[in-house]
């Protein structure tokens, strides 16, 4: 049976909406991407944080959950602390997509049963929404943090472009834009919906 992980990654959050404070938005939003991880069927959930950030995580996480404490915010470190702990596979996925359906995550996963990588859309602007792959990570990916990572970045160092594969993409919750498309019909995203107002 394939192991796999999926890891919230503590990624640097620059904005909150007017009058709510920075630190109590970036801890809603990774709870509640925390929170969708640790209920998954198909992967075992994991953490991902710098040491600035290890505070968060151990108040976020659920008991039992991984902890991985890396030296940078980026995804190689994350892929090979699973590799290490003995996972089949990976997905590194951005910690300020508090409302991402779990079909996102399934879709992401998906492809490695023939591509080396995958990835999700963070939306326009936003980098990756997440990064997936068999592990050991394959030698040609390139370290990035999420922020600034495309498939098309990956796909240049790819042996072949076709290695990289693109999966739905979901919004981050970077600016008001996103803030706009937030669905109050979707179920979830509970701690970020209280900041907001309910």
């Known amino acids: 049976m394939t192991r796999r992980l999926v890891a919230a990654l503590l990624v640097p959050v620059t904005w909150s909406p007017p009058g709510v404070d920075l630190t109590a938005w970036r801890a809603a939003l990774a709870e509640d991407v925390v929170d969708l991880l640790a209920r998954l069927a198909q992967a075992e959930a994991a953490i991902a944080a710098t040491s600035d950030d290890l ?3 151990q108040e976020i996480a659920w008991p039992g959950m ?3 404490e890396v030296p940078t915010a980026t995804y190689l470190p994350v892929l090979e602390a699973a590799a290490a702990d003995g996972f089949d596979q990976a997905a590194v996925l951005a910690a300020d997509a508090p409302d991402v359906p779990g079909m996102i995550l399934g879709k992401l996963l998906r492809p490695l049963e023939n ?3 995958a990835v999700a859309s963070g939306g326009p602007g936003n980098g990756l929404l997440g990064l997936a792959t068999s592990l050991p990570a394959p030698p040609w ?3 990035h943090d999420l922020d600034t990572a495309t498939a098309q970045l990956l796909r240049r160092d790819a042996p072949n472009p076709g290695d990289v ?3 739905p993409e979901w919004r981050r919750l970077r600016g008001p834009a996103e803030l706009a498309a ?3 019909a979707l179920e979830g995203w509970e701690n970020t919906r209280v900041l907001l107002g309910g």
Do not use: E
């Open 165 to 167: 594969s693109s999966t």
């Open 182 to 184: 937030l669905d109050p």
């Open 66 to 68: 991984r902890l991985y």
């Open 115 to 117: 591509k080396a990588v």
């Open 55 to 57: 505070a968060l995580a």
């Open 141 to 143: 990916l390139a370290d």
